[in-house]
Protein backbone atom coordinates (compact mmCIF):
# COMPACT_ATOMS: atom_id res chain seq x y z
CA UNK A 1 0.00 0.00 0.00
CA UNK A 2 2.70 2.25 0.48
CA UNK A 3 4.13 1.97 -2.52
CA UNK A 4 1.29 2.65 -4.53
CA UNK A 5 0.58 5.46 -2.33
CA UNK A 6 3.87 7.25 -3.20
CA UNK A 7 3.30 6.57 -6.54
CA UNK A 8 0.18 8.45 -6.61
CA UNK A 9 2.22 11.32 -4.99
CA UNK A 10 5.47 11.39 -7.30
CA UNK A 11 3.01 11.31 -10.46
CA UNK A 12 1.47 14.41 -9.35
CA UNK A 13 4.67 15.90 -8.39
CA UNK A 14 5.99 15.02 -11.83
CA UNK A 15 3.20 17.31 -13.29
CA UNK A 16 4.26 20.13 -10.65
CA UNK A 17 7.73 20.22 -10.98
CA UNK A 18 8.97 18.49 -13.74
CA UNK A 19 5.96 19.46 -15.84
CA UNK A 20 6.92 23.15 -14.79
CA UNK A 21 10.98 22.34 -16.13
CA UNK A 22 9.52 21.26 -19.19
CA UNK A 23 7.37 24.17 -20.18
CA UNK A 24 9.98 27.07 -19.06
CA UNK A 25 12.23 24.98 -21.44
CA UNK A 26 9.76 25.28 -24.62
CA UNK A 27 8.59 29.03 -22.70
CA UNK A 28 4.56 28.97 -24.38
CA UNK A 29 3.79 32.31 -25.71
CA UNK A 30 -0.08 33.03 -24.77
CA UNK A 31 -0.03 35.81 -27.64
CA UNK A 32 1.01 33.34 -30.63
CA UNK A 33 -1.06 32.70 -32.93
CA UNK A 34 -3.04 29.31 -32.97
CA UNK A 35 -3.74 26.96 -35.50
CA UNK A 36 -7.63 26.94 -34.65
CA UNK A 37 -7.56 30.61 -35.56
CA UNK A 38 -5.13 30.82 -38.08
CA UNK A 39 -6.37 27.85 -40.41
CA UNK A 40 -9.85 27.54 -38.91
CA UNK A 41 -11.90 25.23 -41.00
CA UNK A 42 -14.85 24.08 -38.62
CA UNK A 43 -14.12 20.84 -39.21
CA UNK A 44 -10.73 19.78 -37.75
CA UNK A 45 -9.29 22.90 -36.89
CA UNK A 46 -12.12 24.52 -34.40
CA UNK A 47 -11.59 26.16 -31.45
CA UNK A 48 -12.53 24.43 -27.82
CA UNK A 49 -12.96 25.27 -24.23
CA UNK A 50 -10.08 23.93 -22.42
CA UNK A 51 -11.41 21.83 -20.31
CA UNK A 52 -13.22 19.80 -23.10
CA UNK A 53 -9.84 19.95 -25.55
CA UNK A 54 -8.18 18.25 -21.88
CA UNK A 55 -10.96 15.69 -21.65
CA UNK A 56 -11.20 14.67 -25.07
CA UNK A 57 -7.33 14.54 -24.97
CA UNK A 58 -7.79 12.11 -22.34
CA UNK A 59 -9.71 9.95 -23.83
CA UNK A 60 -8.24 9.71 -27.28
CA UNK A 61 -4.93 8.45 -25.92
CA UNK A 62 -6.58 6.26 -22.80
CA UNK A 63 -8.33 3.73 -24.66
CA UNK A 64 -7.93 0.41 -22.69
CA UNK A 65 -4.54 0.41 -22.88
CA UNK A 66 -3.90 2.30 -19.00
CA UNK A 67 -6.17 -0.33 -17.78
CA UNK A 68 -5.67 -3.60 -20.06
CA UNK A 69 -1.70 -2.78 -19.95
CA UNK A 70 -1.39 -2.55 -16.32
CA UNK A 71 -3.43 -5.26 -15.72
CA UNK A 72 -0.86 -7.53 -17.86
CA UNK A 73 2.26 -5.25 -16.76
CA UNK A 74 1.76 -6.03 -12.86
CA UNK A 75 2.15 -9.60 -13.60
CA UNK A 76 5.55 -8.55 -13.57
CA UNK A 77 5.54 -7.60 -10.05
CA UNK A 78 5.93 -4.10 -8.33
CA UNK A 79 8.72 -2.88 -11.26
CA UNK A 80 5.22 -1.98 -13.31
CA UNK A 81 4.79 0.51 -10.63
CA UNK A 82 8.43 2.32 -11.61
CA UNK A 83 8.08 1.71 -14.88
CA UNK A 84 4.16 3.49 -14.74
CA UNK A 85 5.75 6.55 -12.75
CA UNK A 86 9.15 6.91 -14.14
CA UNK A 87 8.44 6.11 -17.65
CA UNK A 88 5.04 8.55 -17.52
CA UNK A 89 7.22 11.87 -16.26
CA UNK A 90 10.26 11.56 -17.84
CA UNK A 91 8.73 10.00 -21.31
CA UNK A 92 5.51 9.58 -21.89
CA UNK A 93 4.22 13.34 -20.43
CA UNK A 94 7.09 15.19 -22.28
CA UNK A 95 6.84 13.04 -25.60
CA UNK A 96 2.78 13.72 -25.94
CA UNK A 97 3.67 17.95 -24.72
CA UNK A 98 6.50 18.13 -27.16
CA UNK A 99 4.27 16.69 -29.85
CA UNK A 100 1.42 19.05 -29.04
CA UNK A 101 3.57 22.29 -28.71
CA UNK A 102 5.80 21.33 -32.33
CA UNK A 103 2.59 20.73 -34.07
CA UNK A 104 1.07 24.55 -32.46
CA UNK A 105 4.99 26.15 -33.44
CA UNK A 106 4.38 24.36 -37.08
CA UNK A 107 0.81 25.03 -38.22
CA UNK A 108 -1.08 22.12 -36.78
CA UNK A 109 0.76 19.41 -38.88
CA UNK A 110 0.63 16.10 -38.33
CA UNK A 111 3.20 13.60 -36.72
CA UNK A 112 4.78 12.10 -40.03
CA UNK A 113 5.50 15.67 -40.82
CA UNK A 114 7.06 16.56 -37.54
CA UNK A 115 9.28 13.53 -37.69
CA UNK A 116 10.18 14.49 -41.44
CA UNK A 117 10.96 17.82 -41.00
CA UNK A 118 13.76 16.58 -37.97
CA UNK A 119 14.83 13.28 -39.41
CA UNK A 120 14.50 14.10 -43.09
CA UNK A 121 12.87 13.13 -46.09
CA UNK A 122 13.60 9.20 -45.64
CA UNK A 123 11.88 9.19 -42.21
CA UNK A 124 9.08 11.23 -43.79
CA UNK A 125 8.20 8.20 -45.89
CA UNK A 126 8.43 5.56 -43.55
CA UNK A 127 6.61 7.53 -40.87
CA UNK A 128 3.84 8.00 -43.42
CA UNK A 129 3.45 4.79 -43.70
CA UNK A 130 4.55 3.76 -40.36
CA UNK A 131 1.92 5.82 -38.45
CA UNK A 132 -0.73 5.00 -40.73
CA UNK A 133 -0.33 1.14 -40.68
CA UNK A 134 -0.44 1.68 -36.65
CA UNK A 135 -3.47 3.85 -36.98
CA UNK A 136 -5.18 1.07 -38.98
CA UNK A 137 -4.13 -1.95 -36.50
CA UNK A 138 -5.26 0.56 -33.70
CA UNK A 139 -8.65 1.30 -35.29
CA UNK A 140 -8.75 -2.84 -36.37
CA UNK A 141 -7.93 -3.95 -32.66
CA UNK A 142 -10.48 -1.25 -30.69
CA UNK A 143 -13.37 -2.57 -32.92
CA UNK A 144 -12.43 -6.20 -32.45
CA UNK A 145 -12.01 -5.15 -27.98
CA UNK A 146 -15.10 -3.69 -27.59
CA UNK A 147 -17.63 -5.78 -29.91
CA UNK A 148 -16.56 -8.96 -28.54
CA UNK A 149 -17.27 -7.92 -25.06
CA UNK A 150 -20.68 -6.84 -25.83
CA UNK A 151 -21.47 -10.09 -27.56
CA UNK A 152 -20.70 -11.64 -23.98
CA UNK A 153 -22.25 -8.99 -22.11
CA UNK A 154 -25.73 -8.80 -24.38
CA UNK A 155 -28.48 -11.88 -24.84
CA UNK A 156 -27.37 -14.61 -27.46
CA UNK A 157 -30.45 -13.86 -30.35
CA UNK A 158 -29.16 -15.00 -33.33
CA UNK A 159 -27.37 -12.02 -35.68
CA UNK A 160 -28.89 -9.48 -33.67
CA UNK A 161 -26.28 -8.84 -30.64
CA UNK A 162 -23.99 -11.64 -32.26
CA UNK A 163 -20.12 -10.24 -32.48
CA UNK A 164 -20.57 -9.30 -36.28
CA UNK A 165 -23.53 -7.10 -35.54
CA UNK A 166 -21.82 -5.46 -32.62
CA UNK A 167 -18.59 -4.72 -35.42
CA UNK A 168 -21.50 -3.16 -37.90
CA UNK A 169 -22.60 -1.07 -35.55
CA UNK A 170 -19.16 -0.05 -33.60
CA UNK A 171 -17.94 0.40 -37.23
CA UNK A 172 -20.75 1.99 -38.49
CA UNK A 173 -19.83 4.79 -35.87
CA UNK A 174 -16.21 4.98 -36.46
CA UNK A 175 -17.33 6.32 -40.09
CA UNK A 176 -19.76 8.90 -38.70
CA UNK A 177 -16.60 10.41 -36.43
CA UNK A 178 -13.89 10.40 -38.77
CA UNK A 179 -16.29 12.26 -41.00
CA UNK A 180 -17.92 14.74 -38.93
CA UNK A 181 -16.54 18.39 -38.02
CA UNK A 182 -15.07 17.07 -34.30
CA UNK A 183 -17.32 19.40 -32.55
CA UNK A 184 -20.40 17.33 -33.82
CA UNK A 185 -20.14 14.05 -32.32
CA UNK A 186 -16.75 13.81 -30.54
CA UNK A 187 -16.50 17.13 -28.74
CA UNK A 188 -20.21 16.45 -27.47
CA UNK A 189 -20.51 12.84 -26.04
CA UNK A 190 -16.16 12.47 -25.59
CA UNK A 191 -16.31 14.72 -22.52
CA UNK A 192 -19.54 12.36 -20.71
CA UNK A 193 -17.01 9.37 -21.02
CA UNK A 194 -13.89 10.85 -19.83
CA UNK A 195 -15.83 11.73 -16.66
CA UNK A 196 -17.41 8.34 -16.59
CA UNK A 197 -13.62 6.77 -16.82
CA UNK A 198 -12.15 8.85 -14.35
CA UNK A 199 -15.09 8.22 -12.14
CA UNK A 200 -13.91 4.64 -12.16
CA UNK A 201 -10.80 4.88 -11.35
CA UNK A 202 -11.47 7.03 -8.45
CA UNK A 203 -14.17 4.19 -7.46
CA UNK A 204 -11.61 1.58 -7.62
CA UNK A 205 -8.90 4.13 -5.93
CA UNK A 206 -11.31 4.12 -3.02
CA UNK A 207 -11.34 0.35 -3.21
CA UNK A 208 -7.66 0.07 -2.66
CA UNK A 209 -7.85 1.29 0.38
CA UNK A 210 -10.57 0.34 2.14
CA UNK A 211 -11.17 -3.79 0.89
CA UNK A 212 -9.01 -6.43 2.09
CA UNK A 213 -6.48 -8.02 -0.03
CA UNK A 214 -2.08 -7.82 -0.31
CA UNK A 215 -0.26 -5.57 -2.54
CA UNK A 216 2.95 -5.68 -3.49
CA UNK A 217 5.94 -3.43 -2.42
CA UNK A 218 8.99 -1.65 -4.08
CA UNK A 219 10.59 -4.13 -1.80
CA UNK A 220 9.58 -7.15 -3.06
CA UNK A 221 12.36 -7.84 -5.75
CA UNK A 222 11.61 -5.06 -7.83
CA UNK A 223 14.25 -6.16 -10.47
CA UNK A 224 12.93 -9.60 -10.72
CA UNK A 225 10.26 -10.74 -13.15
CA UNK A 226 7.15 -12.60 -11.25
CA UNK A 227 5.27 -13.45 -14.05
CA UNK A 228 3.95 -16.33 -13.91
CA UNK A 229 4.85 -17.61 -17.71
CA UNK A 230 8.12 -16.60 -16.86
CA UNK A 231 8.86 -13.71 -19.38
CA UNK A 232 12.18 -11.34 -18.69
CA UNK A 233 11.49 -8.20 -16.94
CA UNK A 234 12.95 -6.27 -19.74
CA UNK A 235 12.23 -5.17 -22.27
CA UNK A 236 8.59 -7.04 -22.16
CA UNK A 237 7.35 -4.62 -19.48
CA UNK A 238 7.65 -2.05 -21.25
CA UNK A 239 6.03 -2.63 -24.68
CA UNK A 240 3.25 -4.60 -21.91
CA UNK A 241 2.18 -1.05 -20.24
CA UNK A 242 2.44 1.57 -23.14
CA UNK A 243 -0.27 3.68 -22.97
CA UNK A 244 0.11 4.29 -18.99
CA UNK A 245 3.99 4.82 -19.52
CA UNK A 246 4.68 5.93 -22.92
CA UNK A 247 3.38 5.57 -26.45
CA UNK A 248 3.71 6.73 -29.76
CA UNK A 249 -0.40 6.40 -30.77
CA UNK A 250 -0.37 9.49 -28.60
CA UNK A 251 1.74 11.03 -31.21
CA UNK A 252 -0.63 10.46 -33.79
CA UNK A 253 -3.27 12.45 -31.54
CA UNK A 254 -1.77 15.61 -30.01
CA UNK A 255 -2.13 17.05 -33.30
CA UNK A 256 -5.76 16.46 -33.16
CA UNK A 257 -6.11 18.54 -29.99
CA UNK A 258 -3.20 20.90 -30.87
CA UNK A 259 -5.78 22.27 -33.96
CA UNK A 260 -8.27 23.27 -31.68
CA UNK A 261 -6.35 24.75 -28.58
CA UNK A 262 -6.14 28.34 -28.11
CA UNK A 263 -3.12 29.36 -26.24
CA UNK A 264 -0.21 27.73 -25.79
CA UNK A 265 -0.24 28.20 -22.34
CA UNK A 266 -2.49 25.54 -22.18
CA UNK A 267 -0.45 22.87 -23.55
CA UNK A 268 1.18 21.39 -20.42
CA UNK A 269 -2.35 20.73 -18.68
CA UNK A 270 -4.12 19.10 -21.63
CA UNK A 271 -0.80 16.96 -23.17
CA UNK A 272 1.64 16.95 -20.08
CA UNK A 273 -1.65 16.43 -17.58
CA UNK A 274 -3.57 14.19 -19.78
CA UNK A 275 -0.62 11.79 -20.17
CA UNK A 276 0.36 11.80 -16.51
CA UNK A 277 -3.77 11.51 -15.76
CA UNK A 278 -3.65 7.99 -17.90
CA UNK A 279 -0.94 7.24 -15.62
CA UNK A 280 -3.02 7.59 -11.93
CA UNK A 281 -5.82 5.30 -14.18
CA UNK A 282 -3.12 2.57 -14.91
CA UNK A 283 -1.51 2.71 -11.52
CA UNK A 284 -4.96 2.17 -9.87
CA UNK A 285 -6.01 -0.58 -12.22
CA UNK A 286 -2.38 -2.56 -11.64
CA UNK A 287 -2.82 -2.11 -7.96
CA UNK A 288 -6.23 -2.74 -7.94
CA UNK A 289 -5.82 -5.99 -10.20
CA UNK A 290 -3.18 -7.71 -7.93
CA UNK A 291 -4.82 -7.11 -4.90
CA UNK A 292 -8.23 -8.11 -5.92
CA UNK A 293 -6.38 -11.64 -7.14
CA UNK A 294 -5.02 -11.85 -3.57
CA UNK A 295 -8.57 -12.56 -2.52
CA UNK A 296 -9.56 -15.20 -4.75
CA UNK A 297 -9.61 -18.70 -4.34
CA UNK A 298 -6.80 -21.12 -5.69
CA UNK A 299 -4.48 -23.82 -5.89
CA UNK A 300 -2.82 -23.89 -2.34
CA UNK A 301 0.59 -21.62 -2.58
CA UNK A 302 -0.31 -19.86 -5.92
CA UNK A 303 1.04 -16.60 -5.77
CA UNK A 304 -1.42 -13.25 -6.21
CA UNK A 305 0.54 -13.12 -9.53
CA UNK A 306 -0.83 -16.32 -10.86
CA UNK A 307 -4.60 -15.92 -9.41
CA UNK A 308 -4.41 -12.61 -11.78
CA UNK A 309 -3.29 -14.72 -14.78
CA UNK A 310 -5.40 -17.44 -14.03
CA UNK A 311 -8.83 -14.87 -14.77
CA UNK A 312 -7.67 -14.57 -18.28
CA UNK A 313 -9.01 -11.53 -20.65
CA UNK A 314 -8.27 -8.30 -18.12
CA UNK A 315 -11.75 -7.00 -19.77
CA UNK A 316 -12.83 -9.98 -16.84
CA UNK A 317 -10.87 -8.44 -14.38
CA UNK A 318 -12.16 -4.92 -14.65
CA UNK A 319 -15.80 -6.61 -14.70
CA UNK A 320 -15.21 -8.64 -11.59
CA UNK A 321 -13.38 -5.61 -10.07
CA UNK A 322 -15.74 -2.74 -10.72
CA UNK A 323 -18.97 -4.89 -9.84
CA UNK A 324 -17.15 -6.79 -6.56
CA UNK A 325 -16.12 -3.31 -5.57
CA UNK A 326 -18.51 -0.66 -6.62
CA UNK A 327 -22.08 -2.79 -7.61
CA UNK A 328 -24.49 -1.77 -9.82
CA UNK A 329 -22.71 1.82 -9.76
CA UNK A 330 -19.50 -0.21 -11.07
CA UNK A 331 -20.82 -2.80 -13.96
CA UNK A 332 -22.27 0.15 -15.33
CA UNK A 333 -19.26 2.67 -14.97
CA UNK A 334 -17.45 -0.87 -16.54
CA UNK A 335 -19.54 -0.80 -19.34
CA UNK A 336 -18.91 2.65 -20.04
CA UNK A 337 -15.23 2.95 -19.48
CA UNK A 338 -14.00 -0.97 -21.02
CA UNK A 339 -16.30 -0.22 -24.21
CA UNK A 340 -16.32 2.81 -24.83
CA UNK A 341 -12.94 3.98 -24.08
CA UNK A 342 -11.62 1.47 -26.97
CA UNK A 343 -14.47 3.01 -29.09
CA UNK A 344 -13.44 6.40 -28.39
CA UNK A 345 -10.07 6.09 -29.28
CA UNK A 346 -10.15 3.79 -32.48
CA UNK A 347 -12.38 6.77 -34.04
CA UNK A 348 -9.74 9.15 -33.48
CA UNK A 349 -7.42 6.98 -35.05
CA UNK A 350 -9.23 6.61 -38.30
CA UNK A 351 -9.55 10.66 -37.63
CA UNK A 352 -5.77 10.96 -37.30
CA UNK A 353 -5.03 8.54 -40.27
CA UNK A 354 -7.55 10.91 -42.64
CA UNK A 355 -5.56 13.80 -41.46
CA UNK A 356 -1.88 12.47 -41.84
CA UNK A 357 -2.53 11.25 -45.56
CA UNK A 358 -4.44 14.76 -46.28
CA UNK A 359 -1.21 16.64 -45.25
CA UNK A 360 1.09 14.98 -47.66
CA UNK A 361 -1.78 14.66 -50.76
CA UNK A 362 -2.49 18.28 -50.04
CA UNK A 363 -6.44 17.58 -49.75
CA UNK A 364 -8.27 19.92 -48.71
CA UNK A 365 -10.66 18.27 -45.70
CA UNK A 366 -13.38 20.89 -46.01
CA UNK A 367 -16.00 18.83 -48.17
CA UNK A 368 -17.08 15.65 -47.02
CA UNK A 369 -16.25 14.22 -50.55
CA UNK A 370 -12.58 14.74 -50.15
CA UNK A 371 -12.69 13.27 -46.86
CA UNK A 372 -15.18 9.91 -47.40
CA UNK A 373 -12.22 9.60 -50.82
CA UNK A 374 -9.45 9.42 -48.34
CA UNK A 375 -11.18 7.06 -45.61
CA UNK A 376 -12.19 4.47 -47.98
CA UNK A 377 -9.18 2.79 -48.14
CA UNK A 378 -8.80 2.62 -44.22
CA UNK A 379 -11.82 1.08 -43.95
CA UNK A 380 -11.53 -1.43 -46.55
CA UNK A 381 -8.56 -2.42 -45.02
CA UNK A 382 -9.66 -2.76 -41.67
CA UNK A 383 -12.50 -5.19 -42.74
CA UNK A 384 -9.95 -7.29 -44.07
CA UNK A 385 -7.80 -7.02 -40.33
CA UNK A 386 -11.23 -7.92 -38.54
CA UNK A 387 -10.54 -11.67 -40.00
CA UNK A 388 -6.98 -11.86 -38.35
CA UNK A 389 -6.56 -13.29 -34.68
CA UNK A 390 -7.03 -10.36 -32.12
CA UNK A 391 -3.62 -11.74 -30.11
CA UNK A 392 -1.30 -11.27 -33.65
CA UNK A 393 -2.86 -7.45 -34.13
CA UNK A 394 -2.31 -6.66 -30.41
CA UNK A 395 1.42 -7.79 -30.64
CA UNK A 396 2.50 -5.94 -33.08
CA UNK A 397 0.28 -2.67 -32.38
CA UNK A 398 2.41 -2.83 -29.20
CA UNK A 399 6.21 -3.03 -30.81
CA UNK A 400 4.67 -0.64 -33.46
CA UNK A 401 3.65 1.82 -31.17
CA UNK A 402 6.72 1.92 -28.99
CA UNK A 403 8.84 2.58 -31.82
CA UNK A 404 7.16 5.08 -33.41
CA UNK A 405 7.22 6.89 -29.95
CA UNK A 406 11.03 6.17 -30.31
CA UNK A 407 11.06 8.02 -33.54
CA UNK A 408 8.95 10.84 -32.07
CA UNK A 409 11.63 11.35 -29.33
CA UNK A 410 14.44 11.55 -31.86
CA UNK A 411 12.53 14.36 -33.77
CA UNK A 412 11.94 16.53 -30.95
CA UNK A 413 15.49 15.95 -29.59
CA UNK A 414 16.69 17.56 -33.08
CA UNK A 415 13.90 20.32 -32.98
CA UNK A 416 14.99 21.32 -29.65
CA UNK A 417 18.84 21.27 -30.56
CA UNK A 418 17.71 23.25 -33.51
CA UNK A 419 15.65 25.69 -31.57
CA UNK A 420 18.76 25.92 -29.02
CA UNK A 421 16.51 24.85 -26.45
CA UNK A 422 18.09 21.99 -23.80
CA UNK A 423 17.43 18.97 -25.71
CA UNK A 424 18.30 16.13 -22.77
CA UNK A 425 14.37 16.52 -21.77
CA UNK A 426 13.81 14.55 -25.41
CA UNK A 427 17.14 12.88 -26.02
CA UNK A 428 17.74 10.45 -22.51
CA UNK A 429 14.19 8.80 -22.95
CA UNK A 430 15.23 8.65 -26.72
CA UNK A 431 17.93 6.68 -25.50
CA UNK A 432 16.37 3.97 -23.66
CA UNK A 433 12.98 3.57 -25.61
CA UNK A 434 16.05 2.41 -28.94
CA UNK A 435 16.97 -0.34 -26.03
CA UNK A 436 13.27 -1.37 -25.55
CA UNK A 437 12.28 -1.66 -29.16
CA UNK A 438 15.40 -2.96 -30.57
CA UNK A 439 16.10 -5.60 -27.98
CA UNK A 440 11.63 -6.47 -28.08
CA UNK A 441 12.11 -7.02 -31.38
CA UNK A 442 15.72 -9.06 -31.34
CA UNK A 443 13.97 -11.31 -28.33
CA UNK A 444 9.73 -11.67 -29.01
CA UNK A 445 8.43 -14.44 -30.04
CA UNK A 446 7.16 -12.36 -32.57
CA UNK A 447 10.23 -10.85 -33.69
CA UNK A 448 13.78 -12.85 -34.34
CA UNK A 449 13.49 -14.76 -30.88
CA UNK A 450 16.92 -14.52 -30.40
CA UNK A 451 18.48 -15.06 -26.52
CA UNK A 452 17.58 -12.09 -24.59
CA UNK A 453 21.54 -11.41 -23.98
CA UNK A 454 21.60 -10.08 -27.76
CA UNK A 455 18.88 -8.45 -27.78
CA UNK A 456 20.06 -6.09 -25.20
CA UNK A 457 23.23 -6.13 -26.31
CA UNK A 458 21.65 -5.20 -29.91
CA UNK A 459 20.08 -2.23 -28.36
CA UNK A 460 23.11 -0.75 -26.35
CA UNK A 461 24.87 -1.08 -29.43
CA UNK A 462 22.52 1.33 -31.47
CA UNK A 463 21.67 3.41 -28.93
CA UNK A 464 25.52 4.30 -28.85
CA UNK A 465 25.72 4.78 -32.21
CA UNK A 466 22.69 6.76 -32.32
CA UNK A 467 24.03 8.72 -29.41
CA UNK A 468 27.58 9.41 -31.29
CA UNK A 469 25.39 10.88 -34.11
CA UNK A 470 23.28 12.63 -32.39
CA UNK A 471 25.97 14.73 -30.77
CA UNK A 472 28.02 15.44 -33.84
CA UNK A 473 25.18 16.58 -35.22
CA UNK A 474 24.67 19.20 -31.96
CA UNK A 475 28.27 20.05 -32.48
CA UNK A 476 27.60 21.10 -36.15
CA UNK A 477 24.76 24.05 -35.28
CA UNK A 478 25.69 27.29 -34.70
CA UNK A 479 25.90 28.37 -31.07
CA UNK A 480 22.72 29.73 -29.25
Not at 60 to 88: E, H, Q, R, S
Request: proline fraction near 6%.
Amino acid sequence: MLTFSVSLVCLLLGYLLYGSVVERIIKPNKDAKMPCYTKQDDVDYIPLPAWRVFLIQFLNIAGTGPIFGAIMGILYGPAAYLWIVFGCIFAGAVHDYLCGMICIRQGGISLPEIIGNNLGPTMRLVMRIGSLVLLVLVGAVFVTTPASLLDKMTPDNGWLFSNGFWLTIIFLYFIFATLLPIDKLIGRIYPLFGFALLAMAVGICWGIYTQEGWMPEITDEPFVSHNPKGLPLFPFLCITIACGAISGFHGTQSPLMARCLTNERLGRPVFYGAMITEGVVALIWAAASVKFASTLPGEAGATAYEKLAALGNPAIVVKEISIGWMGTAGAILAILGVVAAPITSGDTAFRSARLIAADFLGFSQKSIKNRLLLCLPFFAITTGLFFIDFSVLWRYFAWTNQTLACFMLWAAAVWLTRKGYNCLIAFIPALFMTVVCTSYIITSPEGFRLPLSVGIGAGVTLMAVQAFHFCKYIYKQPKQ
